[in-house]
Nanobody, 122 residues
Framework: VQLQASGGGLVQAGGSLRLSCAGS????????MTWFRQVLGKEREFVAG????????EYADSVKGRFIASRDNAKNTMYLRMDSLRPEDTAVYYC????????????????WGQGTQVTVSS
């Protein structure tokens, strides 16, 4: 599957953004889809993810209650709604896909989008 992330931008603290990740192929619903983020000089970290059906979602503690991951399999697209954004959310956000259940490590994912920059100003 090929992935393309979009929707990043510059927003003030407390604001909102919605990221999208468009996937190709007919088997999009078979993939567990996740969002990771990376700050320059730091490791890429798990943010949120959704099961193939979208019925199950998981979040990093740092974003629980503020971010919502969802997907529309009819559109081959996954979303990340980000509210109450903080300066520490500033990062490049990547979407990723894998067959099988949710995993939290970068090495567990076979397919990656190109990343979209999110910058939160204080």
């Amino acid at each position: 599957v090929q992935l393309q992330a979009s929707g990043g931008g510059l927003v003030q603290a407390g604001g909102s953004l919605r990221l999208s990740c468009a996937g190709s192929g007919r088997t999009f619903s078979r993939y567990t889809m996740t969002w990771f983020r990376q700050v320059l000089g730091k490791e890429r970290e798990f943010v949120a993810g959704t099961s193939g059906s979208g019925g199950s979602t998981e979040y990093a503690d740092s974003v629980k209650g503020r971010f919502i991951a969802s997907r529309d399999n009819a559109k081959n697209t996954m979303y990340l709604r980000m509210d109450s954004l903080r300066p520490e959310d500033t990062a490049v956000y990547y979407c990723a896909a894998r067959f099988g259940s949710m995993r939290y490590q970068v090495t567990e994912y076979d397919y990656w989008g190109q990343g979209t920059q999110v910058t939160v100003s204080s």
